[in-house]
């Protein structure tokens, strides 16, 4: 019996809550069957698919009016719970939390539905956990210690029971103002605060590393592997069996590179392209098998779905895999045979894939190439460089040119592309930040991303025609109401495009460049990118809006992203005719492993943006008093948003901190205006600020104007 059948079974059958007795009579379990299928019902209630009601009574969440999803807690108090199966957030007052913390997985009613579609409601249970440590400052007191979370969603203190004659900590003498790392024991109730344990002493909250730990323990990430984990990857020899050689195709031969960023050490991807009739190219993507080293259920295995995704710092990594795997065995390094799934596509001279193929093969990378060294080679920039690779220039030339066919397909069908430049952080030797530059995307990124997302898309056609299981890479379009603003600012700008419903990609695309150039481009990314949904993986494929992919996947990263591993063993079982076999039970996991992978990648995403920002705030500790120019980049209420120019570091001017004026916020034109003296701010204006002072625990940048 799986968990699909028991839920079809109960939705079918069963008109109300019903006791776990009156669930076996309804399907007919056997005696024998009764230890497991309490099991079952166990794990369907800790995912939320049933929900345990007073009187031991099990139902469905969606006919109680209940929604299961993520709780995000605000600072003041309040808080929404994100659903997990998708759908609009369901606000929850301070007063109606039940307990719940930040990051718990819970289970909200919802008690009232305003006019504009949102939602209210009550958290009535919590199924799990989402925080199990807490930083924080201790404060001594008598018989116990009290600490005051740095997190500002965390409201609740936490109690630390302390002996008066043992008031130590691993031979340490606590004091207060100690910045500590708490462990709960006892979570916060109605009427009863947390309770917890001491479990390390950090040093300086002003020390670069100190502030990093502090992001991964708040995020629960695992620095290390468990040791059982570790040796089972030292039993992987990296020498491949010749049974294994012998099965596969053989692309040693076939000119083969790797292009990444300067610090990579994770090849799992690798490409070819050889010219083809009249303008057409074929294209070889080969992606490190992973799957074959990484076997279900072991314990790599198991320790790769609990970490889900890699996770990137500057100057570090948090690999999903142990690194004789991530960096050796499954790397495609230069000059070794390696083994690979390798996506071959021809493609005419439009970009349209006239056949496609799967294979598990060996190849041999003859480069391995930076994005810069592939950007000099083809802008012809660098001699050097055209001296050293000129046996390849001519590969990159037709890469660069098959990479510009399928950009302008992708285009063409309303692919949206924002291209927002990123802050990258630039270390000295002592791991401090030396510098922070725009990282702009070279043609090299561009043609590796066409390359991928078409093996992507290829892959996820295949897996759909068959009506093989498989996890997909899934974007919604967004919802109607949350393009209202977007609508009301075109309307405000004079742009020529009107939104009615939810428009096809491409119009949104069409605005995209529109405005490119003018001074609302800001604003007009700024809001389109929050209307968006967020990506994520689904077992059910509905494409991909933002892309205009029918079909779209995460093949081409098994080193880093788990579900690309998962996508990996049902693209082998499908072409070796074993899908079938496997059906019943990929329709009893994936669901679970696609959500644990979307909220893994939520997370790993937050902590990277939290450690950026960190970096940022430490940069400008010693530029207070400097002046800098600027753009707005947000208004809010409460200030205004100035991203510098010269460096890509975003401060805050506050209200307060607008001395020639009472200004007011008007929210539909998006400004803030003097009440007086009808100064506007706007996103996209140019302005002049100075850098008033920094807070490290905040990672917050203060800054105010000049000449205001």
Do not use: W
């Not at 006919?63 to 609009?88: S, T």
């Not at 939810?502 to 700024?526: A, K, T």
């Not at 809010?636 to 200004?663: A, C, K, Q, R």
């Not at 701010?681 to 807070?695: A, C, Q, T």
């Amino acid at each position: 019996m799986i968990k699909k059948e028991v839920l079809n079974t109960i939705k079918a059958k069963s008109r109300r809550p019903l006791t776990l007795k009156a669930l076996m009579m309804l399907l007919s379990v056997s005696k024998d069957e009764r230890a497991s299928f309490k099991k079952i019902i166990k794990e369907m209630v800790h995912e939320g698919t049933l929900i345990r009601l007073k009187g031991n009574r099990y139902g469905l969440p969606l006919k109680m009016n209940l929604v299961v999803g993520v709780f995000e807690a605000h600072a003041d108090g309040y808080g929404f719970v994100i659903p997990e199966k998708g759908g609009k957030d369901v606000f929850v007052n301070p007063s109606k939390i039940g307990g719940a913390m930040d990051r718990d997985k819970v289970v909200v009613r919802v008690e009232r539905v305003k006019r504009d579609g949102r939602r209210e409601g009550s958290i009535i249970q919590i199924l799990e956990r989402g925080i199990k440590e807490v930083a924080g400052i201790l404060n001594i007191e008598k018989n116990f210690g009290v600490v005051m979370p740095l997190d500002e969603k965390i409201i609740c203190e936490v109690i630390v029971p302390l002996q008066k004659s043992d008031n130590k900590f691993k031979g340490k003498r606590l004091s207060s103002g100690d910045l500590v790392i708490v462990k709960i024991l006892e979570y916060p109730a109605s009427h009863r605060p947390a309770v917890g344990t001491i479990v390390k002493i950090l040093g300086d909250l002003e020390d670069s590393k100190v502030g990093v730990e502090l992001i991964i323990r708040k995020r629960g990430l695992p620095l290390k592997f468990p040791g059982k984990v570790l040796r089972e990857a030292d039993r992987i020899s990296e020498a491949i069996p010749d049974e294994e050689m012998a099965s596969r195709m053989d692309l040693r031969d076939l000119r083969t590179v790797t292009i990444d960023g300067e610090q990579a050490k994770d090849f799992d991807d690798a490409v070819s392209v050889e010219a083809v009739g009249k303008g057409g190219y074929r294209l070889f993507v080969s992606i490190a098998d992973v799957s074959l080293y990484v076997k279900r259920g072991t314990e790599i295995d198991k320790e790769a779905y609990s970490r889900g995704t890699s996770v990137y710092f500057p100057g570090m990594v948090i690999p999903m895999l142990p690194e004789k795997l991530s960096n050796e065995i499954c790397s495609l390094k230069p000059g070794v045979a390696r083994l690979a799934m390798t996506v071959i596509m021809e493609f005419d001279g439009k970009g349209k894939v006239l056949k496609s193929d799967f294979v598990e093969s060996v190849i041999k990378s003859d480069r391995r190439l930076t994005y810069t060294e592939v950007k000099d080679i083809l802008e012809g920039s660098d001699g050097e460089l055209l001296k050293k690779h000129g046996d390849i220039v001519k590969d990159l030339k037709d890469m660069e040119k098959l990479s510009a066919i399928l950009m302008k397909k992708r285009m063409a069908n309303g692919s949206i592309d924002f291209d927002l430049p990123e802050a990258s952080i630039v270390l000295d030797l002592q791991g401090k930040v030396d510098d922070i530059v725009r990282e702009e995307r070279n043609i090299a990124h561009h043609l590796i991303e066409e390359f991928m997302l078409a093996a992507n898309g290829v892959v996820a056609g295949y897996m759909s025609r068959s009506k093989a299981p498989c996890i997909y890479r899934v974007h919604e379009s967004p919802d109607e109401e949350d393009l209202l603003f977007l609508k009301e600012l075109l309307a405000n700008l004079g742009c020529p495009f009107i939104i009615n419903g939810v428009p096809p990609s491409g119009m949104l695309q069409d605005i995209l460049r529109y405005v490119e150039g003018r001074p609302e481009e800001r604003l007009v990314n700024h809001i389109l990118l929050r209307s968006m949904k967020q990506a994520r993986y689904s077992e059910k494929n509905v494409g991909h809006y933002a892309l205009a992919f029918k079909d779209y996947t995460h093949f081409t990263s098994p080193i880093r992203r788990y579900p690309d591993l998962v996508v990996h063993r049902l693209l082998k079982a499908q072409i070796k005719g074993q899908a079938q076999n496997r059906e019943e039970e990929a329709a009893n996991g994936l669901a679970e492993i696609a959500l644990h992978s979307s909220q893994t990648e939520r997370t790993a995403m937050e902590a990277e943006r939290e450690v950026i920002d960190l970096k940022k705030v430490e940069y400008m500790k010693d530029r207070i008093g400097d002046v800098f120019s600027g753009v707005v980049s947000g208004v809010t209420s409460f200030g205004i948003f100035i991203e510098f120019e010269e460096i890509p570091v975003e401060g805050m001017v506050h209200i307060s901190n607008l001395h020639d004026d009472y200004y007011i916020f008007d929210e539909k034109r998006h400004l803030l205006i003097g009440e007086h003296r009808k100064k506007m701010f706007r996103i996209g204006d140019k302005v002049n600020v100075v850098v008033d002072s920094v807070d490290i625990v905040r990672k917050r940048i203060d800054l105010a104007m000049v000449n205001n």
